[in-house]
């Protein structure tokens, strides 16, 4: 009879471990090696699959569609900015345009769109710097083509700080640190009634966050959101979509496609006469307690940008710049109608501006009319002061205000200050 021999735990360990190593020894040397190589040649063919198609796409892309680098890529001439929020990029250029245009972007060393000036100024040299944002900067136009550029000519020195986007918070900062180092005798403040009011309310967008004005009483002007924070991974990933703006149609085909779903144009409705319609309560019988806050913040800005400006020896001027609509609305006498009869006031941002503004002494150039009136005389021959989809100034808007501006500056000067402003005059 045979007795059963019970090995240690550890002795039967170390076998099983030895019987593995012997089993791991004796298969074929390359069939490790040879199943790693398929893997890897799968994942090759996998990876050149892929490039194939996206390449096949981007010529079918560019085959198919009007394809333009740059299309509604803004974001391409801007940059981070721990005041502002953001910036002009010095020294950027490139092409930009939409379905309705392409034009060429040129940003000089100093940040800004035109020509490059130095600091001092020349004895007897007029010089004028403009704040805005998107309209006065010149989106949709040739650099040579922006009311700034067209003034150039005959102030003879004009710097155009416009930035896409700015409020009239961010342009009061721009007007402290920058502008007023070029000792301009005249600051014109470009306001387009179409977003400003909000702008100010806004402390930016994920992609741009921004510095912001918050009205205490009695009336004064508090700062908050310095210095601006931004994500220096999510600035990376914007770097990688300036470049796909720039060499790929695919790119700009989704970028298209994307902006047409979230931003459709704001046209006048064509059944307006039977459905009085405006954008938001500023021109409603009764105006939003938001938007009389937005109106008050406004107004309280302008006159600080006025009373820095005098500060530093130069004439402050306002320009209203309207929406399309009001442009519409100024042609068409027919669609004012029902407005009218609604209560509606579809030029109460404008006069509402002038009146309080001129109170502190500060000039005033409303835009609406002499546009209203170009378009009327433009409309048979197909020019436009604005776009239709994009809703900003074309390059014949844009003359229309150069030669307006240049009418009003050559006036008389602006009467004295006036009592403070007290709420938003709504």
Known sequence: MCRATILPKDTIRRALSLH???????????????????????????????????????????????????????????????????????????????????????????????????????????????????QAWGDGVEDSETFAALLDHSMPEVLNFSCPGYGTDQELLVLDQIAARYRPDTVLVALFVGNDFLDNMSAGSWQYPKPFFVLEPPDRLVLHG?????????????????????HSAIANVLADTFHRTWNAPLLIRPALAAEPWVPHSFYEREVSAEDKASFALTIRLLVEIARH?????????????????????????NARRPLVEAGARWRRPQQVLT????????QVIDALPALARAQRAGFPAGRQVFYRGWRHLTSYGHAVVARLVRARLGGAAASSPGPAVAGSGL
Not at 83 to 99: D, M
Request: proline fraction near 8%; aromatic fraction near 8%.
């Open 355 to 362: 009146a309080l503004l001129r109170m502190q002494g500060i």
């Open 20 to 134: 593995a190593l012997r089993q791991r020894l004796m298969q074929t040397p390359d069939s490790g090696t040879k199943a790693h190589a398929r893997r890897r040649g799968r994942l090759y063919l996998l990876l050149a699959g892929w490039l194939l198609g996206l390449g096949f796409a981007e010529v079918l892309a560019r085959e198919s569609f009007d394809w333009r680098p740059h299309i509604r890529n803004r974001i391409y001439f801007a940059e981070p900015d721990p005041l502002l929020g953001w910036r002009n990029r010095p020294n950027a250029s490139g092409p930009y345009g939409s379905e309705e245009f392409t034009t060429t972007v040129t940003i000089n060393a100093a940040g800004q769109r035109g020509p490059l000036y130095p600091f001092a100024r020349k004895p007897g040299t007029r010089r004028m710097a403009i704040l805005g944002d998107s």
């Open 309 to 333: 400006s005098r500060a530093i020896g130069a004439r402050p001027v306002v320009l209203l710049i309207p929406e399309l609509w009001q442009v519409d609305l100024e042609r068409i006498p």
């Open 226 to 246: 310095v210095p601006v924070e931004y994500s220096k991974s999510l600035h990376s990933a914007i770097e990688v979509y300036r470049g796909l703006m720039q």
